[in-house]
């Protein structure tokens, strides 16, 4: 029998928390269309965890553009993105998101969310849930995005959690292969097609409990996350005893 012990959950934002997606699509399409440049759903769907400027050179499929056009462009589009969410901030909490995180504080279990956005506190803000986590790693605090492991490296590290006990939600391909890098568990949220490289997978984060979270663990056909093949880029020390209240989920399997 093996065990698995869970201190610590890891959400991602864009996906997970906040159903942005749509928002994130129709800024891209409006500056697409002032801009001619060719864009749709699909390729949107390809920027799904990605970096803002790793958005942009997909968009660009090979084209390049000076640092500075692809600046304003970046700016522009960032401005329509936040026209539209300051609008719609409410909609976009995703069902089952809250519940879980107070489930997982009751528990004592650590939680902290790890993104590629670079407005990832401001959203956090704007949904009113930033005061509920215990670290936030995003788009401005690291130099390599997902599929690196950098961001959820520097998130465990902030709550002085062992990537091995920490367990990742993600909806995005690049944010699962970052969680497998980093050595964490990770529980994929959408369709197999996107996600199936996951540990486990969920539809969605609606009626899922800490419990649950364990049980679709356990039943992975996988083992023991694989160990960080690369240390994180450097970042200064944030030395974090454990909590006296740190809580963990524990599960077994036969192996
Ligand atoms: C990711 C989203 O979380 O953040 C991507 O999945 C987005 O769609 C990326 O491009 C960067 O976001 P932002 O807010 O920095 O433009
Ligand atoms: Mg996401």
């Known amino acids: ?28 399409q ?30 660009l499929g090979g084209h390049t553009v000076d640092d500075e056009q692809a600046a304003a462009w970046l700016e522009r589009k960032n401005d329509y993105f936040m ?15 809250v519940p ?3 489930e997982l504080r009751l528990a004592g279990i650590k939680v902290g969310v790890g993104s590629a956005s670079r407005n990832a506190r401001w959203i956090l803000q704007q949904l009113g849930i930033a005061e509920l986590l215990d670290a936030i790693i995003d788009g401005l605090d690291v ?15 902030q709550m002085g959690v062992a990537a091995a006990h920490c367990v990742v939600l993600e909806d995005a391909a690049a944010g699962i292969e970052a969680a497998l890098a980093a050595g964490m568990w990770v529980i994929g949220l959408g369709p197999g097609q996107r996600v199936g490289h996951a540990h486990a997978r969920f539809d969605s984060l609606e009626g899922v409990t800490p419990a649950a979270i364990i049980a679709a663990l356990a039943g992975a056909s996988r083992r023991t996350p694989t160990p960080n093949p690369q240390p994180p880029t450097p970042q200064p020390p944030t030395p974090q005893p454990p909590t006296p209240h740190a809580g963990t989920l524990a599960g077994r399997w036969a192996s």
């Not at 026209?83 to 998101?97: K, M, S, W, Y």
């Not at 130099?143 to 590290?157: G, I, N, R, T, Y």
Request: glycine share 4%.
């Open 1 to 28: 029998m093996e065990t698995i012990e869970i201190t610590a959950v890891i959400f991602d934002l864009d996906g997970v928390i906040a159903d942005t997606s749509e928002y994130h699509y129709l800024s891209w």
């Open 30 to 59: 409006r500056l697409a269309d002032e801009e001619g440049l060719p864009f749709d759903r699909q390729v949107n769907e390809r920027l799904r965890g990605k970096s803002r400027r790793a958005s942009l050179d997909i968009i």
């Open 143 to 157: 130099e390599h995005s997902k599929p690196a492991p950098d961001v959820f490296l520097h998130v465990a590290d």
């Open 83 to 97: 026209q539209i969410f300051r609008d719609h901030a409410t909609e976009c909490l995703l069902p089952g998101v």
């Open 100 to 102: 879980l995180i107070q």
